[in-house]
């Protein structure tokens, strides 16, 4: 019997597989397919304090082994993700959740965290420094270290929620921003958010998206952010929740060899709905046959040689 529990700032989960945000609204659809309580936890759609439209369509762009999203945050905001969103989610899903925040000024990620960190089922908050949407807000505050340092020391006076970062890779060096936000209080880092990319359509002569440009994710990152996994994870003490591009228990595997203590699932679930059920299911199998025990004991055990 394999041992897939994992943990995450001394939150237990019965494995390590998180649909991550964007890519599983607040799980509803999601659980008229399968009981979602088979996953470890799942992030639900950014939060900003107040409600948004998100961005003009198309807002879509198909890749090779990929997809470009430009969204733009849209959710109903904080209030109504309280006064709705969590208790109807409370219906179906039993374990707690990841809380993931956006936000457009300092104050406003503090207001937004203080909201969702006193609710009961968030098991920690993911702040969203990442987002390659906006303009103004999201990943301006995770290309700096010293602002990245801000918006985490201003939500950790908030709640006594653990805090996790979520990193851009659109940067020159991840490893400093993620040392930033360890000295000023963060309890874990996920990475990584989508690579800035686009597409253009040749008949029209434009871009493809509205915006022009917008975030690539999909199996074409994988390699990427399993290599700013590996490096982050040298130059911090702090769990690391990985992803980008993970469509397989090996994927899985080889997130947490390079440093993840949990691992998101995101646009995998956009091509198949039952891909994270599939993947947990699969994992005590793929663990056997690597001959895996325990999953905690791989966490960074690619960096023994
Ligand atoms: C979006 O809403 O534009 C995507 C969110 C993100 O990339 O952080």
């Not at 390659?132 to 995770?142: D, K, L």
């Not at 595997?253 to 995101?266: F, R, Y």
């Amino acid at each position: 019997m394999v041992d897939t529990k994992v943990n995450l700032s001394g939150w237990e989960l019965d494995n390590p597989i998180i649909p991550s945000s964007g890519t599983f609204g607040f799980g509803k659809e999601f659980a008229e397919l399968y009981d979602i309580n088979c996953l470890g936890s799942f992030s639900f759609k950014g939060t900003t304090r107040d409600p948004r439209f998100g961005n003009p369509t198309p807002r879509i762009a198909e890749c090779h082994a990929g997809l470009i999203n430009s969204v733009g945050l849209q959710n109903p905001g904080v209030e109504h993700v309280i006064a709705h969103e969590l208790p109807e989610l409370g219906t179906y899903f039993k374990k707690k959740v990841i809380a993931n925040v956006s936000g457009f000024s300092i104050d406003e990620y503090a207001y937004t965290c203080e909201q969702l960190g006193k609710q009961d089922c968030v098991g920690l908050l993911e702040v969203n420094i990442s987002c390659p949407n906006v303009r103004h807000g999201g990943m301006s505050f995770g290309t700096n270290p010293e602002a990245a340092a801000e918006v985490t020391s201003a939500v950790k006076q908030v709640t006594d929620k653990p805090v996790y970062i979520k990193l851009s890779p659109n940067v020159t060096d991840i490893v400093e921003i993620a040392k930033a936000c360890e000295q000023a209080g963060a309890d874990g880092i996920s990475l990584i958010n989508t690579m800035l990319g686009m597409r253009i359509d040749i008949k029209r002569r434009k871009p493809v998206i509205a915006n022009r440009m917008g975030g690539y994710s999909g199996r074409g990152i994988f390699p990427i952010a399993l290599r700013m996994v590996y490096q982050v994870y040298e130059a911090v003490s702090i769990p690391i929740i990985g992803m980008g591009g993970v469509s397989t228990t090996e994927d899985v595997i080889e997130m947490m060899l390079a440093g993840a203590s949990a691992v998101q699932i995101g646009a995998a679930n956009l091509i198949d709905p039952w891909i994270c059920k599939k993947i947990i299911e699969k994992l005590p199998e793929t663990m056997q046959k690597y001959g895996i025990n325990s999953l905690k004991e791989i966490i960074g055990g690619a960096h023994n040689g």
